[in-house]
């Protein structure tokens, strides 16, 4: 060892230590920080790869990393922001990890709040920890055991691999429940806690001191991803590994489930580190319950993987998107106009629907419709080819779309005077190629006349470089998207499109358009778990995909077959791919070949095409003569079509010959993604969850496609930009479209610190809008009518309206039984009660639930289908609410029944309906509809009738607000009802309000629905008498008249087709309740019995004499308010 002396020298020449330190006469001082300077530092990334990705019971309950306080704003908070600009992309993922990790923990930790205090845990007299209660998302162990740790890496010191088996039993739950824990599946990811109350209940002075942990009595939290489950007889169940084959499956036996789970090596280590070094509790013998999430909740540890994975790649963004992606540089470098490789010539197919719709679209240009060679076209029909001009870059103005207001690049000084030389618009008017003799040969065709924004759009989507189109409520953003896939497609076949989007609902609205369009089935494949949801005949996931190709093999060879025999060959050509792929060239082509050097020296003979054409036997089953001998030209186009239409046969028997080969279905399936598909579709959350899948498969894609951007969190945003692996050092992505809106509800982020203060709910699509870069506003409307589309209009620029929603009669007809369109409708205390809270944040409002339900039920017993009608709500609570009335009023009359949906507005964003009943709820603070965001939402769901359910002293006063009530109070705050209209069917005009009367209040709507309904009941008893005295006499039956009837035929063929928010109108969802709120227990009534309308559930009220005359006098009308008594348990 060094002397002292002599290392204190080499410290003082290294300037380690001050002369003058009274420590540096220490040996060993000396020596720790020689080897703390010089020691191998534990670099970030190496720190990130060290941590535990689920989180445990210190990082939850830590205030300092997630606060619980709901943040106002105001203070600093040790958390990373994410703003406009980022240092470089590791520091733009370090940051979303950061924060991503600590709000999934947010989410997990509420629901351990909500689900243990369900389990009444206690400690029994042999002093251990038992449960009185039951929850639905935990479950009590039976055994937990530890089955095999693995050895660590090489260079690592945590093991490689930690498995564990947890038995646990189902028996106590009713069959929904254990449906959903059989329904538990490899990947998954469960909790397991460690619950030790304390022996004595704690005081109240105790409970406000102690913490949450220990009021739970939680001791340890840690996470586990299921590797196999296994029934009481230990088969596998919900295995999609191929272990067990389709055919082999059976219902799983018993009530006990044992579950492999594979735990956190990290944490693992650092728990066993802890026992051996500082005596610490054996973390894995003490674990007695079980947790799981719900499904859509719970993909945390696979996002939170893939960011990782990211930061340990060389992560390279296409050269032309890098600098914006981090906030610098100039906002328009990626516009398609300074982009290199564009396309000067695209086929926009089926884009336009005539001549003068490419004149409408293109007012800046001077258009020059040119035919295939070139000389002026005087009659130009569709399609159209058209060739941009070469000066764009400085001109992108003069494109449709492109205002001055959406481009800050452009400066006003750029932009000409009407009076300027109109640049040339080249556009060739061609005639497309014969598809074929036979009717599915010949073309979809796009039936919606695109406006001049949407063609800006279209053309900027389909050029090199980022496109960003913010699209307004019902503009058309799908049927853009579809078409820019559709040309693309078309003028890029070789090209592969991914296509994301944050729901599935807009995914499978977006897949139903595309097979709407000229793009082959075959190439369309739709991943993820709701392609079950597609309302189409065809199956677009690999499975479904694969077999349709299968069919179409067998389908297409016995098609060869068929050709052979016309030729007089033989049939065993037709036996596969590969044969019938040497007969084509042989046989069929060879054969065209020699008919076409025939045809070159007879052309002046009108029948030679006919009579010569080597393949007339084949398509002599052809709905109409193919060739008509009068004219060669036309006969030629004809025969060139059906060549056509051959060679498209065996050029998809040549794309079948793969899965000839490929013998399992795994092999099938991924030769399909990686290969045969040109269209794939994903949510972002699947993008996420097989991002490793999808690079080890080596997929790749040229064109991303990102439907609801505005919706959809940062980092989702990003990593479906790199779900492929980089070619030399080279980014293949060529185009990035996001189409969204900035003006509707942002990403949902439920902490509210991450939210307000880290602006971990901005989109990458908003933060792209912020920084300026250019972007194409949709500017007209489609969905409501005129009027409605005013409560929300002016939230953006020049939004007008499509001549469809100025021109149908049905947007110009007045909604029956009601004297206006939209109404706010202001409801009083009901029983001295406005809003409640029986829990922090569970607002409800019963006279706004009441009057809600009430006037659903008159609209239906005046004919309105049930599909049509959605109830919507701002707060959970009152949701559940709505839910509970429905449940005792509508119910039991099967010719009322459920609404389409009842849910909140946040859920029903990207959704619509013709008439939305709306509950607003509060009465003491606006609440979280103060932002406009929220606003417009609900405001711009409805496409025919909004009623707006709310106190008008609160909401008038509300400055957020304003140009939306302003409108809503120009009309009477009392609903006003056309009472004269007795059906669902009018041809009053929506500007006249007929004989209004204005409804007093909730009791009076009762009295209205109650008169109502006993005269539907009274048109139903004589429709039955007469239908039997009809039999008994053997008469024709009467009818009755359509007043009194009240449209029953429509309410009752409608009920069946409603669906509520994917559940049963339940009131139980006890998922939706906060801790220490039960539900009411709603029990069904049961169904009328032998000819007797069971009474109507409704509002203790005084029967008017109107009511009395009809006999109503004395009916029993009892009320179903939830028992706040019980909710407040």
Not at 155 to 164: D, F, Q, R
Not at 438 to 460: C, E, H, L, M
Not at 844 to 849: D, H, L, R, S, T
Not at 990 to 1000: A, I
Request: charged letters at 25%; a negative charge.
């Amino acid at each position: 060892m060094l002397m002292q002396h002599i290392l204190l020298c080499l410290e003082l020449q290294l300037k380690l230590v001050p002369k003058d330190d009274p420590w540096s006469e220490r040996v060993d001082f000396l020596i720790e920080v020689m080897v703390s300077f010089f020691e191998k530092q534990q670099s970030q990334k190496e720190a990130i790869n060290a941590l535990p990705l689920y989180p445990n019971e210190q990082i939850m309950w830590d205030e300092s990393l997630v606060p619980s306080i709901n943040y106002s704003g105001e203070g600093c908070l040790a958390l990373p922001k994410l703003n406009l600009q980022f240092l470089t992309l590791h520091d733009y993922l370090l940051r979303n990890f950061n924060l991503f990790r600590l709000e999934s923990t947010y989410e997990i930790r509420e629901d351990i709040q909500e689900a243990v205090p369900h389990l009444l845990a206690n400690i029994n007299n042999e002093g251990e920890t038992a449960f009185r209660g039951w929850s639905r998302m935990a479950v009590p162990i039976k055994e937990f055991k530890i089955r095999e740790v693995k050895q660590p890496n090489i260079g690592e010191v945590k093991p490689s691999a930690v498995t564990a088996e947890v038995t646990f039993s189902i028996s106590s739950y009713r069959a929904q429940i254990r449906s959903e824990w059989n329904a538990l599946k490899e990947h998954d990811v469960l909790f397991l806690l460690s619950i030790r109350p304390s022996f004595e209940p704690l005081s109240d002075e105790e409970a406000a001191m102690a913490t949450v942990p220990q009021r739970l009595g939680l001791q340890f939290v840690r996470g586990c991803e299921i590797i196999e489950i296994r029934d009481e007889e230990g088969t596998l169940m919900n295995d999609f590994t191929g272990r067990i084959k389709r055919d082999e499956w059976k219902p799983p036996k018993g009530e006990l489930r044992t579950v492999t789970v594979a735990l956190d090596t990290a944490q693992y280590h650092m728990d066993v580190c802890n026992i051996a070094e500082k005596g610490a509790d054996d973390v894995y013998g003490m674990f007695n319950i079980l947790m799981r999430r719900k499904p859509k909740e719970n993909n945390f540890k696979a996002i939170l993987e893939s960011i990782r994975d990211l930061m340990n790649e060389t992560c390279i963004v296409p050269d032309w998107l890098h600098d914006i992606f981090l906030g610098y540089g100039n906002p328009s470098a990626a516009q398609w106009v300074n982009m290199p490789d564009l396309l000067e010539t695209v086929d926009f197919i089926d884009t336009f629907i005539d001549a003068a719709h490419v004149t409408e679209c293109f007012p800046n240009f001077e258009i020059c419709f040119l035919n295939s060679d070139g000389t002026e076209n005087l009659h130009p029909t569709p399609p159209f080819r058209i060739r941009f001009p070469k000066n764009l870059k400085g001109n992108i103005h003069v494109l449709p779309g492109y205002e001055r207001s959406t481009v800050s690049s452009i400066s006003e000084a750029s932009i000409p005077d009407d009076h300027s030389d109109k640049a040339k618009l080249l556009v060739e008017a061609y005639v497309p190629p014969d598809p074929g003799p036979y009717p599915q040969d010949q073309p979809k065709q796009n039936s919606v006349r695109f406006t001049p924004t949407q063609i800006g759009a279209i053309i900027s989507g389909i050029q090199p470089g980022l496109t960003m189109v913010v699209g307004p409520p019902g503009t058309g953003k799908t049927d853009t998207a579809v078409q820019i896939l559709n040309v693309l497609y078309h003028n890029c076949p070789s090209q592969r499109t991914l296509i994301i989007t944050h729901s599935n609902q807009a995914l499978n609205d977006l897949f139903e358009k595309i097979m709407e369009r000229d793009v082959p089935a075959r190439y369309l494949l739709r991943l993820g778990q709701g392609e079950q949801e597609l309302a189409t005949e065809l199956d677009f996931s690999r499975q479904g995909r694969v077999n349709a190709m299968l069919v179409r093999r067998l389908e297409l060879l016995s098609e060869v077959e068929r050709l052979a025999r016309s030729l007089q060959l033989p049939e065993d050509v037709g036996y596969t791919c590969e044969s019938a792929g040497y007969f084509w060239l042989l046989h069929v082509y060879s054969r065209w070949e020699r008919f076409l050097a025939d045809c070159a020296s007879n052309k002046d003979k009108p029948t030679y095409v006919q009579d010569r054409f080597p393949f007339k036997e084949f398509f002599a089953n052809t709905p109409k003569p193919v060739f008509t001998g009068q004219s060669f030209e036309k006969d030629m186009r004809a025969a060139k079509g059906c060549f056509r239409h051959l060679k498209t046969m065996f050029g998809e028997l040549e794309e079948c010959r793969a899965f000839e080969l490929l013998k399992s279905t795994v092999d099938r399936s991924n030769y399909l993604m990686t290969k045969q598909a040109k269209i794939v579709a994903m949510t972002c959350t699947h993008a996420a969850l097989k991002r490793k899948d999808f690079l080890n498969l080596g997929f790749k894609y040229d064109n991303l496609l990102m439907e609801e951007s505005a919706q959809i969190l940062e980092i989702e945003t990003f990593i479906p930009m790199l779900l492929q692996r980089q070619e030399d050092g080279y980014a293949r992505l060529k185009r990035c479209i996001l189409i969204g809106d900035h003006h509707q509800l942002p990403p949902v982020v439920k902490n509210m610190a991450f939210q307000k203060y880290s602006h971990m709910d901005q989109s990458l699509f908003t933060r792209f809008v912020r920084l300026g870069i250019p972007y194409i506003e949709l500017n007209a409307q489609g969905r409501a009518r005129p009027s409605l589309a005013r409560l929300y209009n002016w939230r953006y620029r020049d939004l007008g309206d499509l001549p469809f929603v100025r021109e149908n009669a049905v947007f110009h007809t007045a909604n029956a039984g009601f004297s206006y369109d939209y109404q706010l409708v202001d409801v009083p205390d009901y029983h001295g009660r406005g809003e409640t809270a029986p829990s922090p944040w569970f607002y409800q409002n019963e006279g706004e639930a009441e009057y809600v339900v009430s006037v659903y039920m008159y609209m239906r017993l005046l004919g309105y289908p049930a599909n049509k009608i959605s109830i919507l709500t701002t707060y959970n609570g009152q949701k559940l609410l709505i839910r509970d009335v429905i449940n005792r009023r509508c119910l039991p009359y099967d010719f009322i029944g459920p609404p389409h949906k009842v849910t909140t507005v946040d859920k029903f964003q990207g959704q619509q309906n013709d008439y939305i009943l709306l509950s607003l709820v509060r009465t003491r603070f606006v609440g979280h509809l103060r932002d406009v965001r929220r606003l417009v939402v609900a405001m711009s769901r409805a496409r025919l009738g909004l009623y707006v359910f709310c106190r008008r002293s609160l909401f008038e006063q509300c400055y957020e607000l304003q140009p939306t009530f302003q409108l809503l109070l120009l009309r009477p705050d009392r609903l006003a009802l056309s009472l004269n209209e007795v059906t669902a069917f009018t041809d009053r005009r929506l500007e006249d309000t007929g004989q209004s009367q204005l409804v007093s209040g909730i009791d009076e709507m009762a009295n209205i629905v109650n008169y109502k309904m006993h005269k539907v009941y009274e048109a139903r008893v004589m429709s039955h008498q007469l239908n039997e005295f009809s039999a008994y006499s053997g008469q024709v039956p009467l009818t009755i008249d359509a007043s009194e009837e009240n449209g029953l035929q429509s309410l009752e063929t409608s009920v069946h087709t409603t669906d509520v928010d994917n559940h049963n109108l339940s009131n139980g969802a006890d998922e939706d309740m906060p801790p220490g709120v039960k539900s009411n227990e709603s029990t069904q009534p049961e169904p009328s019995t032998n000819g007797k309308m069971p009474l109507l559930n409704n509002l203790n009220v005084e029967t008017d004499a109107e009511l009395q005359d009809d006999g109503m006098d004395g009916v029993a009308l009892e009320n179903s308010r939830i028992d706040e008594s019980k909710m407040e348990e």
